[in-house]
């Protein structure tokens, strides 16, 4: 018998995890000590926090975003500078040469 199934579906993996939460969230407000005043409170709170928690990380992610998207950009012209110049390079020193062949010629 297998104490883990690492072959599990995560569907089932997941309802399993939330399914812990649920019962976590039950036995501690069974046993909580203080008023339902007060739980209603914390929970609130902890809730304001989270949210703008998220709303912080939601403006973080933004900003890598838009950071990656311009430094690819940047990162892409920077590319396209480099050869152009190359071909612009070799183009010259090819009429070089060839002014070269036909002035022995």
Known sequence: MKL?????EPVKMVSVFITGIIIG???TFLLCPQSGRESRGQIRDYVRRK??????LQERTVE???DIVSG???G???IQETIQE???VGMDEFRKELKDIKSKA
Do not use: F, M, S
Not at 51 to 56: A, R, Y
């Open 86 to 88: 190359a071909v612009h």
């Open 64 to 66: 890598t975003y838009q």
């Open 51 to 56: 949210g703008e928690n998220l709303n912080d």
């Open 25 to 27: 969230t039950v036995a």
């Open 76 to 78: 892409w012209e920077d």
């Open 4 to 8: 883990y199934d690492r072959d599990a």
């Open 72 to 74: 690819t950009r940047k």
